[in-house]
């Protein structure tokens, strides 16, 4: 993918991509320790597709979706990286939010960062959030700030895991829909109230009117996500976010919800970043996929590559571990050994190496693997001794020196 050099001459995006993260690094200090949940996490959403981000519990897929959104709850912090943000057309919003954080000429204007965010992070040291090729760069804005508050919900949106918690129980449906239109659109009640009800109907909800004036306790499972997935897209985001939207659905439930997914994917032309764990989900709906395990992405490729040619012993275990139609009854099911370490541990070099069946001794667990394209397909990067490029010279020089 061809690349436009930023502020930052060694800080990269891709021209293709809505969001390109780089080399980002949110760490957690506690009483006991400090948890790196990401290091050094890399990777694009292309625009207009579908990225899968998968990995088990604790890879820190989470903790990247809220880091894009600087919404990372305290004492979490971005202690490096970027994460750089290529808006769509600019939209003719009305709403609060667009009205405090426009110029004279109308255009959004970027707001001084400020020093002693509320994620920890030090905006006041990075480069200035915008440049000459509209590219802003996430990081430097205050996360409280108007600048911020204008992207979420317009610009990018979240569908969070769990909708019961995540809805207000005090709030109609509606109402809370007609929140983030009235935030972003118009100042107008009204408006706001009908662009509420369209939605509802658009994400199938049967009688729409009645759901806007119902409570999120009224809903079953699956109603709450419609909802959710109605106030996310309320005001046509260029990026949605969604993180396991499906996780405590049924499976008929789950395919729906699957199946509106693209279909609004597809109708709005925006890009969606999927978090999940279940490969049988980025099989169905993801372009691309990229492979985390304990906050580093270990593999990025097509969906087709993943599926058919994966390259790191981990993305093969997951795969491996999905059931199948026509095995043998009484067949064990097929799982990764061990589990995710503990997050205030350190593991010497490649994280997965505890648990990995390729694993060699004296590399894997000493030298850290870099990521590398695979020989001939330069979309599949992978992160493993196995292959050439993902050991750094001279551990590799080192190695076959003792092999002799």
Do not use: W
Not at 19 to 48: H, K, M, Y
Not at 165 to 187: K, M, W
């Amino acid at each position: 993918m061809s690349e436009a050099t930023i502020s930052n001459p060694s800080t990269k995006m891709a021209t293709d991509a809505v969001v390109s993260v780089r080399e980002l690094q949110v760490e957690f200090p506690t009483q006991i320790g400090v948890v790196r949940a990401l290091n050094g996490v890399t990777f694009d959403v292309p625009r207009g597709r579908v990225l899968g981000i998968v990995g088990e519990s604790g890879s820190g897929k989470s903790v990247t979706a809220r880091a894009i959104l600087r919404i990372i709850e305290r004492p979490g912090r971005i202690t490096n990286g970027d994460i750089l943000f290529r808006p769509g057309v600019e939209k003719k919003g009305g709403g609060r939010a667009t009205k405090r954080n426009r110029g004279r000429t109308g255009a959004v204007k970027e707001a001084a960062p400020e020093a002693g965010t509320t994620d920890g992070s030090d905006t006041a040291t990075r480069a200035p959030a915008e440049t000459s090729q509209g590219v802003v760069d996430l990081t430097s804005l205050d996360p409280t700030g108007d600048r911020i508050r204008a992207i979420r919900g317009q610009e990018i949106s979240m569908i969070f895991q769990e909708p019961m918690t995540s809805l207000n129980p005090v709030y109609t449906v509606g109402d809370q829909i007609a929140e983030a239109v009235l935030l972003h659109q118009t100042p107008d009640r009204n408006e706001a109230n009908k662009r509420a009800v369209e939605m509802l109907r658009r994400v199938g909800m049967p009688n729409p009117e009645r759901i806007a004036k119902s409570y999120p306790h009224q809903l079953s499972g699956g109603m709450r996500q419609r909802a959710m997935i109605a106030m996310a897209l309320s005001c046509t985001p260029t990026l949605l976010i969604a993180d396991e939207p499906t996780t405590a659905l049924d499976v008929t439930t789950e395919a729906q919800i699957l199946e509106l997914m693209r279909e609004l994917q597809d109708e709005y032309g925006m890009s969606i970043m999927f978090i999940t764990h279940s490969m049988g989900v980025v099989a169905q709906l993801c372009d691309e996929v990229v492979v985390m395990y304990l906050g580093r992405v270990v593999e990025r490729a097509p969906v087709d590559d993943i599926f058919h040619d994966p390259k790191h012993p981990y993305t093969v275990s997951l795969l491996r571990s999905i059931p199948r139609i026509g095995v043998n009854r009484g067949t064990p099911l097929e799982v990764i050994k061990g589990s995710v370490p503990d997050p205030y541990s350190t593991v010497p070099g490649c994280p997965f190496h505890p648990r990995c069946p390729s694993a060699m001794k004296g590399l894997c667990d000493t030298v850290l693997p870099v990521e590398a394209p695979v020989e001939g397909k330069p979309d599949h990067n992978v992160r493993c001794h196995l292959y050439p490029g993902s050991t750094p010279a001279e551990a590799a020089s080192a190695s076959a020196a003792a092999g002799k």
